[in-house]
């Protein structure tokens, strides 16, 4: 498929998604939402592609929110169809059966902000920023930033971060939970990359079981969702990757993992 907005490339194992309307700082219009919407399907759908990372072009902004010109026309019911389908592209990018990075690169604001919290982590900038803005334009997040928010880094800080519409720095955000890690600009794209050929390399058997348990038994009752862990413990059993694993480890070699399928 041919993309108008987004870069969407393959390099071995691994996928990179580039939001790429530098110019208006990789805002998210609805063709570009759609777009990642696509690439995502083409990822889940993939064998080839294990690991992910997403960004955006240029230096300035990783994605400085959706798109003010195009929202400025909206009707309501328009309003409701856009959350709609930033709130389905983020839900299918946040269950991807492959490990997702967002490396922040910039402004990650209101829709950014979002769309990174749907990756499975956060690596930032040292000049990122992170806020949740909307509310100095009358409306609020309307990708999931009110909860995903909030169960990231807590209630307290997704009031202040929602209500005040207020901007803070990769360091804040490292230290509220927000970021994983931060680097120096120049080295980002390099440390993403590493971390997700990394990832790349496990069994896809055990990080898709990783995946669904952390996201499926976030909001569970404990008594409810640890024992989801002894079935996909047992699934894993039945990939060649566990036998691999523990053969190399007594054979004191790397693993080659290789079995089981994305879907
Ligand atoms: N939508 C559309 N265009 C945007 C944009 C956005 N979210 N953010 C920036 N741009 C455009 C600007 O309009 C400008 O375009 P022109 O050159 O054609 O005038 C260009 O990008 C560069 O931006 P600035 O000149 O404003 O750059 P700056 O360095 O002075 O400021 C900024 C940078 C602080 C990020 C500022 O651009 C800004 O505040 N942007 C809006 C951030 C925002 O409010 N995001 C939330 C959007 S609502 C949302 O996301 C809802 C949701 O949850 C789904």
Redesign the pocket.
């Known amino acids: 498929m041919a993309y108008e907005t987004i870069l969407f490339e393959t390099e071995g194992p691994l996928a990179t998604i580039t939001v790429n309307r530098p110019?208006?700082?990789n805002?998210?219009?609805p063709l570009v939402v759609g777009e990642i919407a696509a690439a995502v399907a083409a990822i889940r759908d993939s064998d080839q592609v294990r690991a992910v990372i997403l960004t955006g072009a240029g230096d300035?902004?990783f994605?400085?929110?959706?798109?003010?010109?195009?929202?400025s026309q909206m009707t309501p019911l328009e309003g409701r169809f856009?959350?709609r389908q930033?709130q389905d592209v983020l839900f299918a990018l946040e269950n991807l059966p492959q490990p997702v990075i967002a490396a922040v690169n910039g402004?990650a604001?209101?829709?950014?902000?979002?769309i990174a919290m749907a990756c499975d982590f956060i690596y930032a900038a040292d000049n990122a920023?992170f806020?949740?803005?909307?509310i100095?334009?009358g409306?609020?997040?309307?990708?999931g930033?009110t909860q995903r928010l909030s169960r990231r880094v807590g209630k307290g800080w997704a009031m202040e971060l929602c209500l005040t519409?207020g901007?803070i720095s990769a360091e804040e955000a490292k230290a509220i939970g927000l970021v994983n890690r931060v680097f120096p600009a120049a080295e980002l794209m390099a440390a993403a990359k590493k971390a997700a050929l990394g990832m790349a390399a496990k069994g896809r058997v055990a990080t898709r079981a990783v995946k669904e348990l952390i996201n499926g038994g976030f909001d569970m009752a404990l008594e409810r969702a640890i024992p989801m862990e002894s079935e996909h413990f047992a699934t894993c059993f039945a990939s060649p990757d566990q036998a691999e694993g523990m053969k190399a480890f007594l054979e004191k070699r790397k693993p080659n993992f290789v079995g089981g399928l994305n879907k």
């Open positions: 110019k208006a700082l805002a998210l219009s300035k902004a994605i400085a929110g959706a798109d003010i010109a195009a929202m856009f959350s930033g402004f604001l209101g829709g950014g902000c979002e920023k806020g949740q803005p909307e100095n334009l409306i609020i997040p309307g990708f930033g519409g901007i």
